[in-house]
C-alpha cells in the first residue's frame, strides 16, 4: 500500500497550473493592500512579539515537524508533504482568523508581510534542509534533483513581487487600496479555493481511497503546529492578543504555495499532494474553530506585552 500510494500522481495540466499560480499572486496582492511600510517599521518599536512569530514559523515548526515525523515514520511522500507544509509561510486566510479570534490583526499583517519575504528563501531551504535529514525523504529529493535557484525563482514571482506591488499600489492610491482590499482579497481567496477544490475533484477516486493515512497526520501536524505557536509565546510572556496571533500564524500554512511546488517540482507526487491539499482544507476548519472559541473569550487588558 505504501509504495501504491507514492506512485500515485495527481492529475493536473499545465493549463490549471497557470491558473493556480495566476490566483495564488492574486490572493498575495490583494493581502499586500492591507500592508505599508509602518508595518516593517513595526518591528523596530515592538520586536519581540514579531521575532517570535517568525522563530516558530521558520525555525521551530520545521524542527518539530522533523521529530514528528521520526517518531510516527509516515510513507516517504507524506512526509516530505509534511515538510513541504512546514515549510511554508503562514497562510493568507491567517489575518482573518486572527481578526476573527480577537488576536492582534497588526500583528498579523506583519508577520505575513515579513514570512511572504523571508519565504522567498527560507521555504527551498527549509524543505531541502529537513527533507535531506530525514533518509526515506532524501532519496525523493534527490531523484527530484530540484535547483533552489528554480525554486527561490517561482517563490519570488508568486510572493514577492506580489507583495511588492500591492504596497505600492497602498502607498500610492491609500484610499483606493482599502476600498479594494476586502474584495479583493476574499474574492481571490474564493477563486483559489475553488481551484484547489476542482483539483480535488478531478482526483476524488485518489483522494477518498487514501484519505484515510493523510488525515490522521494532517490533524496530529496541525495541532502540534497550533501548539508550537501557542506555546513559544505563552513562553515568552506575550499578551493574549499577540498569543492569539502567533498560534494562528504557525498553524494556518500556505498549503497553497506548497501545492503548486508539489505540482511544478514533484509532478503531483501523491501522497506529498493529498496530505498538503487535506491540510489546506483542514487548516480552515481548525482556524475557525479556534477563531469562534477564542472570539467569544474577553482579552485580558491588563496584559501589555
Same mark, same amino acid.
Given at each position: 500500500?505504501?509504495? *501504491?500510494?507514492?506512485?500515485?500522481?495527481?492529475?493536473?495540466?499545465?493549463?490549471?497550473?497557470?491558473?493556480?499560480?495566476?490566483?495564488?499572486?492574486?490572493?498575495?496582492?490583494?493581502?499586500?493592500?492591507? *500592508?505599508?511600510?509602518?508595518?516593517? %517599521?513595526r518591528l523596530l518599536r515592538t520586536p519581540k512579539p514579531v521575532i517570535a512569530?517568525?522563530? !516558530?514559523?521558520?525555525?521551530?515548526?520545521?524542527?518539530?515537524?522533523?521529530?514528528?515525523v521520526w517518531m510516527v515514520e509516515p510513507i516517504p511522500s507524506m512526509a516530505l508533504g509534511m515538510f513541504m507544509v512546514a515549510a511554508c509561510p503562514g497562510g493568507n486566510v491567517s489575518n482573518f482568523f486572527t481578526h476573527f479570534s480577537k488576536g492582534n490583526a497588526a500583528l498579523s499583517v506583519t508577520l505575513t508581510a515579513i514570512a511572504t519575504l523571508l519565504a522567498i528563501f527560507m521555504t527551498p531551504v527549509n524543505l531541502?534542509?529537513?527533507?535531506?535529514?530525514?533518509?526515506?525523504?532524501?532519496? *525523493?529529493?534527490?531523484?527530484?534533483?530540484?535547483?533552489?535557484?528554480?525554486?527561490? %525563482?517561482?517563490?519570488?514571482?508568486?510572493?514577492?513581487?506580489?507583495?511588492?506591488?500591492?504596497? &505600492?499600489?497602498?502607498?500610492?492610491?491609500?484610499?483606493?487600496?482599502?476600498?479594494?482590499? %476586502?474584495?479583493?482579497?476574499?474574492?481571490?481567496?474564493?477563486?483559489?479555493?475553488? &481551484?484547489?477544490?476542482?483539483?480535488?475533484?478531478?482526483?476524488?477516486?485518489?483522494?477518498?481511497?487514501?484519505?484515510?493515512?493523510?488525515?490522521? &497526520?494532517?490533524?496530529?501536524?496541525?495541532?502540534?503546529?497550533?501548539?508550537?505557536?501557542?506555546?513559544?509565546? %505563552?513562553?515568552?510572556?506575550?499578551?493574549?492578543?499577540? *498569543?492569539? !496571533?502567533?498560534t494562528i500564524e504557525t498553524g494556518i500554512q500556505n498549503s497553497g504555495l506548497g501545492l503548486l511546488l508539489i505540482f511544478t517540482f514533484f509532478d503531483g507526487l501523491g501522497g506529498m499532494a493529498l496530505l498538503t491539499a487535506f491540510w489546506g482544507i483542514w487548516h480552515l476548519v481548525s482556524g475557525l474553530v479556534l477563531g469562534t472559541v477564542w472570539g467569544y473569550r474577553p482579552i485580558e487588558k491588563e496584559e501589555l506585552v
Amino acid at each position: 500500500m505504501e509504495q *501504491i500510494i507514492d506512485t500515485v500522481h495527481i492529475n493536473f495540466d499545465e493549463k490549471s497550473l497557470w491558473t493556480l499560480n495566476i490566483a495564488l499572486a492574486l490572493v498575495m496582492f490583494g493581502v499586500a493592500l492591507e *500592508i505599508t511600510l509602518n508595518d516593517f %517599521k513595526r518591528l523596530l518599536r515592538t520586536p519581540k512579539p514579531v521575532i517570535a512569530g517568525v522563530f !516558530c514559523q521558520f525555525l521551530v515548526l520545521p524542527a518539530i515537524t522533523f521529530a514528528l515525523v521520526w517518531m510516527v515514520e509516515p510513507i516517504p511522500s507524506m512526509a516530505l508533504g509534511m515538510f513541504m507544509v512546514a515549510a511554508c509561510p503562514g497562510g493568507n486566510v491567517s489575518n482573518f482568523f486572527t481578526h476573527f479570534s480577537k488576536g492582534n490583526a497588526a500583528l498579523s499583517v506583519t508577520l505575513t508581510a515579513i514570512a511572504t519575504l523571508l519565504a522567498i528563501f527560507m521555504t527551498p531551504v527549509n524543505l531541502s534542509f529537513w527533507g535531506g535529514m530525514y533518509g526515506p525523504t532524501a532519496s *525523493i529529493l534527490q531523484e527530484v534533483s530540484i535547483s533552489p535557484y528554480d525554486m527561490v %525563482k517561482l517563490v519570488a514571482l508568486l510572493l514577492g513581487i506580489p507583495l511588492v506591488l500591492g504596497m &505600492l499600489f497602498n502607498h500610492y492610491a491609500p484610499r483606493a487600496a482599502k476600498k479594494m482590499a %476586502k474584495g479583493f482579497k476574499i474574492g481571490s481567496l474564493l477563486f483559489f479555493v475553488v &481551484l484547489v477544490f476542482l483539483a480535488l475533484y478531478r482526483n476524488i477516486d485518489v483522494f477518498m481511497e487514501y484519505v484515510l493515512y493523510v488525515f490522521w &497526520l494532517v490533524v496530529v501536524h496541525n495541532l502540534v503546529a497550533l501548539l508550537t505557536g501557542f506555546s513559544v509565546a %505563552k513562553s515568552l510572556g506575550l499578551s493574549q492578543e499577540n *498569543i492569539r !496571533c502567533i498560534t494562528i500564524e504557525t498553524g494556518i500554512q500556505n498549503s497553497g504555495l506548497g501545492l503548486l511546488l508539489i505540482f511544478t517540482f514533484f509532478d503531483g507526487l501523491g501522497g506529498m499532494a493529498l496530505l498538503t491539499a487535506f491540510w489546506g482544507i483542514w487548516h480552515l476548519v481548525s482556524g475557525l474553530v479556534l477563531g469562534t472559541v477564542w472570539g467569544y473569550r474577553p482579552i485580558e487588558k491588563e496584559e501589555l506585552v
